[in-house]
């Protein structure tokens, strides 16, 4: 291999990496409540969002919907979301409060800036009935 195609190579992987960054491809990011209740909808069938907690750093969310709740996360260059009942199972997390989803695969997601008192709301949301 010649030093020539070793520089063209390198210039062709980085056109395409700014190319990818400028077309933002691969970044998503839960950046506000609209977003999370969106994505939550888009990913579970029949599902209703009514209101969201997003953690700080956009990294997961918590969407209440219509008798369920929504748990989201990044995950590489998508969302991953699952429907969960209360009660929710919180554990202490850095500056937050983390929900365990309860499938090992899954695992934990953390919400950063978000008290259990929150969660504890956006649980009792879910479960009232919904007025037509």
Known sequence: MSWTMLAGSLVAVLALAAIARHLRLGDINIADPETAMRLAEQHLAGFQA????????GEGALVAGNGTLALL????????VRRLVAPLKLAPAVEGVAIDSGEAMFGRVSLFGVTDDQVRAAEALAQRPTVH
């Open 73 to 80: 996360k990044r995950h590489g260059a998508r969302v991953a």
């Open 50 to 57: 009514r209101q969201a907690l997003v953690g700080g750093n």
